[in-house]
């Protein structure tokens, strides 16, 4: 058997974050956008004044607070779009892999060194930002083996995207793993090492051929098809692949819904500014409340400012500066949703149409 390798890779949500806003001065990625943080008058400086022990330096408070005003604007975002956007609950969902007969009728094992189980095929259409979501797995083998490697491969590049461990043979096992589909297709093999008998499977009851004989692959619903597959690996790389009609006793639980967080990195460029200033006071909330009690660096003193009455907005200080961030998101929030463009996506969202709202931010 290859050697495996644990794959450490940041998300594409947390890129898309890092590409929209970043920090001057530390080792952080450069935005796409050319927008700092450093723009609104907090930098590194700052930023070390304000920590506590829960933080090293300030840039990796910068990195928390950026990361929550993202949710924070996301989901100000999507309230507001609700009206216009369908449930975001599973759109499709089904089993892949079905028993020919019974346990009794076997697949004969392919042999060591050849992986086999299903490729799936998740086509967006083009229009649409999809999550394949993996509920679950079940192999049709014995109980008996036990802890058995599972390889999952992007076969658009035939690189080893995943890997995990199946405890026990013929049990249910939950995986709720996300693969995301942002109007490209998605093409995924999940595959073990073929050294056991199983029951035979196939991906859908009922065998789909092509016009001259050969094995195609199964519709399983409007955006997924599935085909059994046998493949050799290096470990990291798919060097060799066949179809295969059985699915050497896989089967998978699967759903498909709407990627919201897929798109709103699409029009990450319209969300740059308002980002920047919900940013700006999370960290000017932090240096209020938690910031006070716990800093590290006492030796110098950071001006609160404060209002000359409960009425009265403040004049100077970290509470007029928050006083000023939020009203700013507020207003490039409300700007943005009222000329936003709706995407021409008729299976996450009800309509196109400009909307006009006002958002607050506390």
């Keep these: ?98 028993l020919v007969s019974d346990y009794a009728n076997v697949q004969a094992a392919a042999g060591a060194g050849r992986y086999t189980g299903i490729r799936l095929k998740i086509d967006p259409q083009s229009l649409s930002f999809l999550n394949f979501y993996l509920a679950d797995i079940n192999l049709a083998i014995a109980s008996s083996n036990t802890n058995v490697p599972i390889l999952i491969f992007d076969m658009s590049t035939l690189k080893l995207i995943e890997t995990f461990t199946y405890a026990t043979g013929s049990l249910d096992q939950f995986l709720g793993k996300t693969f995301s589909s942002a109007r490209r297709k998605l093409d995924i093999a999940i595959v073990y090492e073929s050294t056991m008998q199983s029951a035979k499977m196939i991906t859908k009851k009922g065998h789909c051929f092509d016009c001259g004989g050969g094995l195609r692959e199964a519709h399983i619903c409007p955006f997924v098809d599935a085909i059994g597959i046998d493949l050799t690996t290096d470990g990291t790389n798919v060097l060799s692949t066949i179809t295969s009609k059985y699915t050497a006793g896989m089967s998978v639980n699967y759903s498909v819904n709407c990627d919201r967080q897929g798109w709103l990195c699409s029009i990450g460029g319209l969300m740059a500014l308002p980002l920047a200033y919900a940013t700006a006071v999370e960290i000017y909330n932090y240096a209020l409340t938690t910031s006070p009690n716990q800093r590290v660096n006492t030796t110098i003193t950071v001006n609160r400012g404060q209002s000359a009455s409960s009425t009265a907005n403040a004049v100077e200080g970290i509470v007029a500066a928050r006083d000023i961030a939020a009203t700013r998101y507020n207003d490039e929030l409300g700007a943005m949703l009222q000329n936003m463009r709706m995407p021409d996506d008729s299976h996450c969202w009800d309509c196109k149409r400009n909307m006009k709202y006002v958002t607050a931010l506390p």
């Design 1 to 98: 058997m290859p050697p495996f390798f644990y794959l450490c890779k940041k998300n594409n949500h947390q890129m898309c974050i890092e590409s929209l806003l970043g920090l001057r001065d530390c080792n952080q990625v450069e935005p796409s956008t050319g927008l700092y943080i450093d723009d609104l008058g907090i930098n590194t400086t700052f930023l070390g004044q304000l920590i506590t022990d829960q933080y090293l330096q300030g840039s990796e408070l910068f990195v928390d607070k950026r990361a929550f005003a993202w949710r924070k604007l996301s989901s100000d975002v999507l309230s507001r779009l609700s009206p216009m956007m369908k449930s975001d609950t599973v759109i499709e969902g089904k089993r892949v892999g079905q």
